[in-house]
């Protein structure tokens, strides 16, 4: 009798650590992935980006944010330009654009 008390108390802990993750997940999801158009095209799903000129967020979709502005590569770093735009770049227009502000 008592091995299946045991038996339901674990089972019991196991679905509430399971709801717990669940819900872990669904609230941590927004921050990833937003609804709001990509400000070049209007797509979604996005990623915000903060703008430093605005102060606000930008949201751009995968397809916009991915590719450097200057060589085409693969952008890994965004900085926002004198202008107030978000531009991405890739790691070599990135080391370009800090010795060329230095």
């Known amino acids: 009798m ?22 872990g997940i669904l609230v941590t999801l927004p921050a990833c992935v937003s609804m709001e158009p990509c400000e070049n095209c209007g797509r979604t799903p996005t990623k915000g980006y903060r703008n430093d000129y605005t102060g606000e967020n930008e949201y751009y979709c995968t397809s916009c944010s991915s590719d450097c502005t200057f060589c085409s590569n693969t952008a890994t770093r965004h900085y926002t330009s004198a202008l107030g735009l978000i531009i991405f770049v890739c790691e070599d227009c990135y080391a370009d654009i800090l010795e060329f502000n230095s």
Do not use: T, V
């Open 2 to 23: 008592k091995f299946k008390e045991e038996n339901r108390s674990l089972i019991l802990r196991k679905r509430i650590l399971a709801l717990l993750l669940a819900a």
